[in-house]
């Protein structure tokens, strides 16, 4: 059975960071892409970011480029995303997912889901 375990979320002032984990376990995900969406109150799940399955190449929303980087280590089946120069826009639930379609930005392309942690920003 496979299972998406987050850790790492938590209450940070704005302008601070947090680093979230994503450890898989019932299958090795080594090829899969794997990515980190959100989902604030009233809104819908959006995509954050996301990484190849050989950790080569990574894809951003505008809203975290250049402060959010993902990263994964194979050896252990886990994806990180390191938050920096947080805002209190950043507030939301943040889930992992491994990839079964083609598409990184699409949360449909993602086939496995984590039950999510909770990121809080204050301002």
């Known amino acids: 059975q496979v299972q998406l375990v987050e850790s790492g979320g938590g209450l940070v002032q704005a302008g601070g960071s947090l680093r979230l984990s994503c450890a898989a376990s019932?299958?090795?995900?080594?090829?899969?892409?794997r990515g980190w969406f959100r989902q604030a109150p009233g809104k819908e799940r959006e995509f954050v970011a996301a990484?190849?399955?050989?950790?080569?190449?990574?894809y951003y929303a505008d809203s975290v480029k250049g402060r959010f980087t993902i990263s994964r280590d194979n050896a252990e089946n886990t994806v990180y995303l390191q938050m920096n120069s947080m805002k209190p826009e950043d507030t939301a639930i943040y889930s992992c997912?491994?990839?079964?379609?083609?598409?990184?930005?699409?949360?449909?392309?993602?086939?496995?889901w984590g039950q999510g942690t909770q990121v809080t920003v204050s301002s």
């Open positions: 019932g299958r090795t995900f080594s090829n899969s892409g």
């Open positions: 997912a491994v990839m079964a379609g083609a598409s990184y930005y699409d949360r449909r392309a993602y086939r496995y």
């Open positions: 990484i190849t399955g050989s950790g080569g190449a990574s």
